[in-house]
């Protein structure tokens, strides 16, 4: 019998555009895939490397289960320079992948019918870890034109004495926004932990993205090595977390997956040592990618109010086309041949928007434009 958890865990969506679209290529149609958040580049040279070292070294063994203390120590010297905070590498717990780090801070910090504090739209799969766990998800809506920031006062009103944590993510998946940093001094006042998905950083290109260390010691810091050093594969991930709590982390972490892969380990201290390079110019592809992509929309009379600054997404508004954003995605693949990420899968707030990714080629991204393009004129006017 299947349980009650497995029942009620909602699917993610963007997977099943993709299962859909491969679907679609399997029967030779050609898709333009802008629903994805995973980088199109391969690893760099000197992570590739690092990696083949490593099995030639017999590194291939388990590691402790706080994360190889060289990479630690690099992680500590990267917080130091990049956002001028200090941390001990005893800190610090080396995941595979930043979802296990998820799963972890969570579980350390909330019981059964504890609540945590996140936004709408946010991040699909933060709402589905906590039902995994019986945490309560207390959603709070954040707009358009905001910038799809906080509004301090709303989250004031959901704290209750069961209120565990606050959830932030910048820049955002889905939007793109970063998280301004007023807005992150007033979460650090209200003295409650703060989960702090910084799994984004690095992909900035106007402003800056500060780390919640800068503000405070109450918080759980996510990152990984994913996004920034197309490691998606790679599985590495970790968190930050005050010292009280590492074991308890450590604990959990030892009995659901012992430690992270160790060649693995060894590449994330290869792209923090050698991958600055590699980075600019992953970097600056993306950027050249979202002005494309934000211009060609803005032409198609897409309303984007504030252009987004990080990761690699353009969060659209196109209520005025269509207010079932899944029909409406699905409708795109199907007859456009572009697959694009319904807005729902981001939360009842996200309702009415679609969400694209520029981890694609310049080639294709344009491509997908002009195949959307061509599909707007055939919907009827109003």
Known sequence: MVSERAKHISPFIVMEVLEKAAEMERRGIDVVHLEVGEPDFDVPDCISEAVKQAYSEGRTH????????????????????G?????????????????????????????????????????????????FLGIKAVKVPVYEEDGFQYRPEEICKRITD????????????????????EVMQQLAKYEIPV?????????????????????????????GFSKLFAMTGLRL???????????????????????????AQRAGIAALRFAGADVQQMRDTYNKRRKY??????????????????????????KHLSTDSYRFAFDILEKAHVGVTPGIDFGENGEGFLRF?????????EEGMNRLSKYLRTLPSE
Do not use: W
């Open 237 to 263: 991930g970790y968190v930050i977390a005050p010292k009280e709590y590492i074991r308890p982390l450590q604990k959990f972490q030892q009995n659901l997956f012992i430690c992270a892969s160790s060649s």
């Open 357 to 365: 990714s520029y981890a694609n080629s310049i080639e294709n991204i």
């Open 162 to 181: 069961k209120t565990r944590a606050i959830i932030i993510n910048s820049p955002m998946n889905p939007t793109g926004n970063l998280l301004s940093p």
């Open 293 to 318: 992509l934000v211009t060609r929309l803005q032409q198609m009379g897409f309303d984007i109010k504030v252009v987004p600054t990080g990761a690699f997404y353009v969060f659209v508004n196109v």
């Open 195 to 223: 989960i702090s998905d910084e799994i984004y950083h690095g992909l900035v290109y106007e402003g800056r993205a500060h780390s919640m260390l800068e503000f405070t010691k109450n918080t759980f810091v996510l990152n």
């Open 62 to 81: 388990y590691t402790h289960s706080l994360g190889d203390p060289e990479l630690r120590a690099e992680l500590v010297k990267r917080y130091e320079k």
């Open 83 to 131: 956002y001028g905070v200090t941390v001990s590498p005893d800190q610090i717990l080396v995941t595979s992948g930043s979802s296990p780090a998820i799963l972890l801070v969570l579980g350390a910090l909330c019981d059964p019918g504890d609540e945590v504090i996140l936004s709408d739209p946010g991040y699909a799969c933060y709402p589905n870890f906590m039902r």
